[in-house]
């Protein structure tokens, strides 16, 4: 059993918080975009009217284990204040008397953010030392980051252990809810929309969700695997070689089980990797050698539409061509806007994190869907099956 923040009493105490508030920030110091930040906010907000102060920890970017000062979380912490108001101590550490410092000098109504976790090896080693030092900093201990709820680190894992009084925080608790109804009990037709450039990164999801879909429509680049799989030229596209027996193996299983896996019938190709080269939409079986597949073709699209339209509810993770170009961008859009049609006519539609998310709000489709996930590679997993350990770890035994 997971108790949610909203059951937990925080009066005058100490409450260390685990949020993902690792946001993309220019080489100005300027947060590019606060989507982390702001589905934080009624967590923080939920402690703070119950008379707590929030400890926040979080990790932002890869600084491998070493103190970097292009990785400090000092500009979330005047972006905090700045854009919500809030009253922010900033501590330059995570641990030790630094931290202690800042957390004695916070008064009710205020909050101390830590400097960045990450600096230390032993938050991604889950090193238990290292969290007992964070676990010290406070008397409970709510975790918000579904973002992060699939590594085992520190901040995550191993500093639960040390308390009776844990909480999964609001956002955390919208995640489990939202991708949890989604696959144990989903309303039907359920369908999935796969996308991305590898199918070595999706087998897991792909069977998994044989036991539960009607329909999985196929995107992205690990087309031309599967369709190298049936025989199919596919010029200079990307395809991973040693995964064409396996994408064979799931077409075959899919047949067997019943299931609806749905390939493009027209793709976009181009004549090298670049917005700029001359494209053209073909039939999948008229690649010429010089052709790169970039994206689905606009039959695919209506075909997709319509087994959208027909669904009750809908995953959706990886992108369906490249996005990140305008020239290739029309097939990952046109999900996004299926999914917001469904969305208005009553059907549930979740977005999986990642380039997804990315994808949907480049295209302002972000609040016409049910559910935007802010976890791209935890919801990837949860949809595997898999047992998260930041979820884990909050687990209770009443």
């Not at 970097?68 to 912490?77: D, G, H, I, K, Q």
């Amino acid at each position: 059993m997971i108790k949610s923040v909203n059951e937990g009493e925080f009066e005058n105490k100490h409450v260390i918080v685990r949020l993902d508030l690792n946001v993309p920030i220019d080489k100005d110091g300027n947060i590019t975009d606060d989507t982390r930040i702001i589905e934080s906010l009624p967590t923080i907000d939920e402690i703070i009217d119950k008379g707590g102060i929030p400890i926040l920890i979080s990790h932002l970017g890869r600084p491998k284990g070493k103190r970097n000062p292009e990785f400090s979380l000092e500009p979330v912490a005047k972006y905090l204040a700045d854009h919500f108001g809030y009253k922010v101590i900033f501590a330059p550490d995570c641990i030790g008397e630094e931290a202690q410092k800042a957390i004695s000098k916070a008064v009710l109504g205020e909050l101390v953010l830590l400097e960045n976790v990450r600096f230390y090896p032993e938050e991604e080693a889950n090193d238990v030392e290292f969290a007992k030092k964070l676990a010290s900093l406070g008397e409970v201990y709510v975790n918000d980051a579904f973002g992060s709820a699939h590594r085992a680190h520190a901040s995550t894992h191993a500093i639960a252990s040390f308390f009776d009084e844990k909480y999964a925080g609001l956002l955390m608790m919208k995640e489990l809810d939202y991708l949890g109804s989604a696959l144990k009990n989903p309303a039907k037709p359920f369908v999935a929309v796969l996308g991305g450039s590898k199918i070595s990164g999706k087998i897991d999801v792909i069977n998994s969700l044989f036991d539960k879909c009607d329909s999985i429509l196929i995107g992205g680049g690990m087309i031309f695997t599967f369709f190298k799989a049936l025989g199919f030229q596919i010029g200079k596209s990307i395809v991973e070689e040693d995964k064409i027996n396996l994408a064979g193996d799931l077409i075959e299983s899919a047949k067997n089980k019943g299931i609806n896996l749905v390939l493009p019938i027209d793709v976009v190709v181009a004549n090298k990797f670049d917005n700029d080269s001359e494209f053209k939409t073909i039939k999948i079986n008229e690649f010429t050698a010089d052709d790169i597949g970039m994206d689905i073709g606009p039959e695919t699209c209506v075909l997709y539409d319509n087994i959208i339209n027909n669904a009750k509810t809908v995953v959706w993770n990886g992108p369906m061509g490249v996005f990140e170009m305008s020239n290739f961008e029309k097939g990952t859009k046109c999900i996004a806007e299926s999914l917001a049609r469904l969305t208005q006519k009553g059907g549930i539609t979740i977005v999986g994190g990642g380039d997804s998310a990315a994808a949907i709000s480049k295209f302002g489709f972000e609040k016409s869907v049910t559910h935007v996930s802010t976890g791209g590679g935890a919801s990837l997993e949860f949809l595997e099956g898999k047992v998260l350990p930041g979820v884990e770890a909050l687990e209770i035994n009443v």
